[in-house]
């Protein structure tokens, strides 16, 4: 029993001292990639969350499902999925969650945390104050816990402020704006006016449920009253929920950080004055047996304050795919901007302007120009505001989040301040460090000395060398032009072959495609064109273009629309091969395409976007000479498909495919980094939509490392992640190692990306 007296002075609260080498402000996705990438490499983290649970707004408490690059699989950015404990984080959701259950998904962020011995966490941690060193350093910051009733102070020779409002970055007076900025500045054409607001609002949102039986509904007194208070009223359907009501978006208006509780509550009264008009309006059938099961208690939040870096990310760099020495990260999100009225708004709940490609972002749009140890990660980053359209989403967040962790622990490891990593040497390293993670920097591979595997001789047991993908018995209609993406290399003719079906005597369109740039997948380069003459009823159609590529790349071997034919498609499915069309998806405002008005510097293209499974078939196409998948495109130092597929691929008729690694000498060998193939193009929403598979049909299961002599290192049976890394309980020498792979399916091959010997 505890007894206390009176006492004259004030008490003051339980405080305790935390001290590590990195304090990360902020538990959202941002905040936990950083956390985790930086524990890893071995220095000590505080992650410091001011809510119950991990996330942010991809946490139960919001429940905004997690996007990037492949935006929905709706536009042209092919395999772009962020990489390293993003993608990570994503492919167990998957395995464990692929409902789209947010409770889950906080469950998996929780258990990533604290399964890194490094990572101290403290929940429900709002921090409050900033103590600088100097005009140019923190020193430490102060928060507290109500549940505990807490006070701590988090001190360390570096700090990230990924709290999304800058509350550190703020307090510690780094310099940043909040608005957008005009035209003019940094030539910016998209830039919008003071008409259109110069910020995004916030977002609740809400499921409901059958209860089975009748549930009457008597709204509380401060619900919306007239529903056309809302000019896009119509787009309210019954079975929505959830961030499908992405456009449920308010305080544009206004200050978006100390008003938010005012905005809470508008949107609250925005949210059960619509639930009223589902139940009681008389609009809506079957609604009798709906009740409410979820209604937000926080506002999920878009955009506040933005910090100055030592670059900062604009229009320009997105739409034109600008290069940068220090890239270490990539967006491929639309320039997403929205009306600044939000749900009162009559206006397109936003304005989404596409790239032809994803782009990069440096490393200088982290590094606080201001605060020499002070990191950026988040929606903060260093960005204008039409570019921060697209870098604010929170799969390129956690991209970001990665660069920070990784970045900080070689400030650790060298006592060198964020800056001083864009020396030239350092931000090698830093890439090739992010490279083997996973982070897949675009243009920028890991470094073919970092790998043991380039100084080996490779052989395989089979390499696939696909001069046909097998037909089956389903047949895709041409009623939109669809196109088979292939790996073409340079100065080839090719010879191409697929059945066909057609309705009456026709023509047919096919044309071989490419990307004006390289690396792309927007096929805006038509190389040649061919007409191909059809009879009534099914024949196989045999054709080949004059022209050859000038580079290695992916091509489309397009077939333009036409009602009266149909092709046959494969039920196969191989590595860096796909089937797109010229397709729509409104989601992220894809009509098929893009056509900007004049004078805001976009550009103007079609999109070419693949079906989800288990729509997502390949043509039962025939390609002569065949694609070749061999071994040469392991220790290229990329991990994912890139101008070709890059990766080994057995062949199906291989029962037993085994890789054969060999030295001229004994080698010391500590770990292996195998990058398997967990289709870096499905985007994985984390909540809400659901998915077909918990494992990618791509992905190896099963596998075995033994060294020549014999000796088994590792045999893994229900592998399901992209990334795996042995690490050898002792030091290991050797004059080779073999790889046995079994193939994921009858209908696809064993694949592996690259595999790194250290």
């Not at 919008?192 to 409901?208: A, Q």
Request: aromatic share 10%; with cysteine.
């Amino acid at each position: 029993m505890i007894v206390k007296k009176f006492e004259k002075k004030e008490r003051s609260l339980h405080h305790e001292l935390v001290a590590s080498d990195l304090v990360i402000i902020g538990g959202g996705i941002a905040g936990v990639c950083a956390a985790i990438t930086a524990a890893r490499k071995g220095i000590k983290v505080a992650l410091v969350q001011d809510r119950p649970v991990l996330g942010g707004n991809a946490s139960s408490e919001v429940r905004l499902w997690i996007l990037g690059a492949t935006s929905h699989m709706g536009n042209n950015n092919r395999w772009s999925r962020e990489g390293g404990v993003m993608d990570e984080i994503l492919v167990e959701n998957m395995y464990r969650n692929k409902e789209g259950n947010a409770v889950i998904f906080d469950t998996i962020l929780l258990d990533k945390v604290m399964m890194e011995d490094n990572i101290q966490l403290f929940l429900n941690t709002a921090v409050y104050e900033v103590t600088k060193k100097d005009e140019r350093s923190i020193q430490s910051v102060k928060g507290f816990n109500a549940q505990n009733s807490t006070s701590y102070i988090f001190s360390a020779p570096l700090f990230c402020d990924a709290s999304g409002d800058g509350l550190v970055a703020f307090q510690a007076g780094a310099a940043f704006r909040m608005g957008a900025e005009t035209k003019e500045e940094f030539g910016e054409l998209f830039a919008p006016d003071e008409t259109y607001g110069e910020l995004l609002g916030h977002s609740m949102y809400f499921y409901s449920k059958s209860a089975g039986q009748h549930v009457k509904y008597r709204p509380p007194a401060y619900a919306l009253k007239d529903i056309k208070e809302i000019p896009r009223y119509k787009l309210i359907s019954k079975t929505d929920m959830g961030c499908r009501f992405w456009w449920f978006e308010y305080g544009g208006r206004t200050d978006t950080i100390h008003k938010t509780e005012e905005i809470k509550y508008e949107l609250w009264k925005v949210i059960y004055g619509v639930w009223d008009y589902i139940k009681n309006s008389g609009e809506f059938d079957d609604v009798d047996d709906l009740t409410l099961e979820w209604v937000a208690t926080v506002p999920g939040k878009r955009e506040s304050r933005r910090f100055e870096g030592h670059y900062m990310l604009r229009q320009q760099d997105v739409i034109e795919q600008r290069s940068f020495p220090d890239a270490v990260a990539h967006g491929g999100w639309a320039l997403d901007l929205h009306p600044a009225d939000g749900i009162y708004s009559d206006q397109s709940g936003c304005t989404q302007w596409h790239a032809k490609g994803v782009y990069e972002i440096p490393y200088r749009s982290y590094v606080s120009k201001d605060i020499e140890n002070l990191f950026l990660a988040g929606r903060i980053i260093s960005a204008t505001h039409v570019a921060f359209g697209s870098s604010r989403v929170m799969a390129t967040c956690g991209n970001g989040g990665q660069v920070v962790g990784m970045a900080a622990a070689l400030c650790k490891r060298d006592g060198a301040k964020p800056v001083q990593l864009l020396d030239s040497s350092r931000m090698v390293e830093l890439q090739d460090e992010l490279n083997l993670i996973g982070q897949a920097i675009p243009h920028v591979p890991l470094r073919k000395n970092i790998n043991k595997l380039n100084t080996s001789t490779v052989t395989a047991s089979s390499s696939l060398t696909l001069d046909h993908l097998p037909g089956t018995d389903s047949w895709v209609t041409l009623s939109i032009a669809v196109a088979q993406l292939l790996p073409l290399v340079a100065n080839q003719l090719y010879q191409f072959a697929i059945k066909a079906r057609a309705k009456e005597a026709t023509n047919l369109t096919v044309q071989l495609r490419t990307s004006s740039k390289m690396a792309n997948y927007t096929p805006d380069v038509v190389i040649e064109e061919l007409v191909l003459s059809l009879q009534p009823g099914e024949q196989r159609l045999s054709f080949a273009f004059d022209a050859t590529l000038d580079t290695a790349q992916y091509a489309f071997i397009t077939f333009l629309s036409n009602d009266l034919v149909a092709l046959q498609e494969s039920d196969h499915l191989y590595t860096g091969m796909m089937r797109v069309c010229n397709g729509e998806n409104k989601a992220v405002s894809n009509t098929g395409k893009q056509t900007p008005p004049d004078g805001i510097g976009i550009d103007a293209f079609e999109f070419w976007i693949p079906k989800r499974r288990p729509d997502g078939k390949n043509l039962a196409l025939s390609v002569s000479p065949g694609i070749d998948f061999s071994t040469q495109y392991l220790g290229n130092g990329l991990t994912r498909p890139w101008l070709q597929a890059n990766a080994w691929v057995a062949d199906l008729q291989d029962v037993q495919p085994t890789l054969r690694i060999e030295w001229d000498c004994v080698q010391i060998v500590s770990e292996l980094r195998l990058f398997w193939d967990t289709d870096y193009d499905h985007a994985m929403e984390s909540t809400l939509m659901g998915h077909p598979d918990d494992v990618m049909p791509f992905c190896v299961r099963q596998y075995k490392v033994y060294t020549l002599e014999g000796q088994l290192l590792t045999e893994v049976t229900d592998n399901y992640q992209t990334l795996n890394v042995v690490q050898l309980d002792a030091v290991v020498q050797t004059k080779g190692l073999l790889l046995e792979v079994a193939h994921p399916s009858p209908y696809v091959p064993a694949a592996l990306f690259e595999i790194i010997v250290k």
